[in-house]
């Protein structure tokens, strides 16, 4: 696995979304599920570019 080139320091669940291309329902559940690490600021919760690499790195192991 290749690590992306990341354009933001962390990503909104907004903009997890889109990157990922998965549904919000899909997105929490992995959350919850301790599959993507993601903090709150606020009442808004976001996930560093770390843990969105480790993530997909996670879901292709699965997927192979």
């Known amino acids: 696995y290749r ?8 990503y909104s669940i907004t ?3 889109g990157l ?6 899909s997105l929490y559940a992995d959350i919850n599920a301790g599959k993507l690490a993601t903090y709150k600021i606020g009442k808004r919760r ?4 770390e843990a969105v690499d ?5 879901c292709e192991k699965v997927a192979a």
Request: proline fraction near 8%; avoid cysteine; charged fraction near 15%.
């Open 54 to 58: 480790n993530y997909v790195a996670l």
């Open 3 to 10: 690590a992306m080139q990341h354009q933001k320091p962390r």
């Open 46 to 49: 976001f996930a560093s570019p």
């Open 15 to 17: 903009d997890l979304i």
């Open 20 to 25: 990922l291309g998965i549904g919000r329902t």
